[in-house]
């Protein structure tokens, strides 16, 4: 469809007041918001924005290849390989599977992603960037898709945020990926450093009013001029780190042209960038360019056109003839501090070390991966990218990086949770005990669980339906509950009728 290309914004909020509508919406959206919206897309078309706006939102999930095998079920999401629309909303909370990392809940046109990545990022193993990751849809999603041997950096500015990203990747369970907490302009000493960077900015949300009533009530003319503000100035601090040939890709879940095109336009323009192309299937109904005069191909995802939220998406490529710039490192006054002057002691002895590698599956090449102890605790990240690593604890937050397999604790080795979810745990390394629905609620709920009399003691994998969920210490009359505290399902009320996977 062509919809109507757009007038200009304060044209349209200032002096245009319309005083009727074809079509009003039960929900209150800011008049502002109406006045741009309407001119933007035409009447036609914004009443059937404001219609879709007011029936429910559509609910679907990713699954996770790595943890269920799955044929095709019906309802798939077109764009997204594994994604799928349900009937109804399952209770996620007291779901099993999804904390154990079986599947993601992700609004579906932010799923398109996927079809950047496969058609420009598919050829050989690169290293990308979520820039603005938290809670972890597009990275779990990215995660799933990069060609084998890629690595992900996922990063997000907010500290709380950054610990859920953490959480969520590591249910996801690739350990291929650096989880960093910091703000975009700390990330140009890095030099020209990704192959692939995502923008997944801050935004002003129109696209999220359906879901969540606290966009409307954030959304002002003056909340818009902020964001396109700050979407250029995270944009600027981020180019520098892209490779030359490299791809940025932007998304926003909004409407107005200012976040949108306006900003894909001046990135073009400011660095010399290739906006790049997809060939999409007509009956798939995404919406394209909605300025005057300017046919940057960009991709549209309108409620009452495609089944899902509103989102937009653009992808550039950085000139290959652009500067490659070098990896700063951090200077040193020269002067040894106490701290520099003997590394830290490892609490770790070497034969745990040994031991901990045991519990690592060696079909999943497991040789590709290289021990890392720090501390009192030892993880697994991939060989070939410890010198990137390095660069990255220079001069970012690093908060997770590869699998942490085990921590000592006194004379103990304690598995970690995150190898019960990591797709490099040994079937065999653990006894394992399959649990029922009952008693995978007390676990996640972090209480103490019986196990039968049989049940070996020391520590035990448990699996509800097959799939870990984590490690308990069975002591004989109880087992010792494992599971992170701070991931605990915290709600104690368990709804009366529970829909899972
Ligand atoms: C649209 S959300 C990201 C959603 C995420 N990509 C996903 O798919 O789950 C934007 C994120 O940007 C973060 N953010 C807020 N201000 C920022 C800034 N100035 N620079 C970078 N990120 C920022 C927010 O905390 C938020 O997590």
Redesign the pocket.
Known sequence: MKVAKRRNYFDICGKFQRFFFAYKSNMKLPASFIEYTRGLLGDENYDSLAKALDQESPVSIRLNKLKIQHEEWNNRVPWATDGYYLDKRLTFTFDPLFHAGCYYVQEAS?MFVEQILRRYVSEKSVVML?????????STHARSVLPQGSLLVAN???RN?SQVLAENLTKWGNPDVVVTNN??SDFPRLGTFFDVILT????SGEGMFRKDPVAVEEWSPKNVEICWQ?QRR?LTDIWSCLKPGGILIYST?TYNTKEDEENVAWMQQEFDAEPLTLDIPAEWNIAGNLLENNELPVYRFLPHRTKGEGFFLAALRKPVTAEEIAYEPVKTSGKKNKKDEKPSATLVPKEAVATVRNWLDESADVDGYKMIVEGSTVSAFPKSYAEELAMLKQVLRVIQAGVTVAEVKGKLLVPAHALAMSRLLKKDAFPTEEIDYKQAIAYLHKEAISLPETAPRGTVLLTYKQTPLGFVKNIGNHANNLYPPEWRIRSGHLPEEVRTL
């Open positions: 932010s979520d820039l603005c990751a938290a809670p972890g849809g597009k997000e500015v907010i945020r703000d975009p997944d900015v801050p935004c700050r995270i879940c």
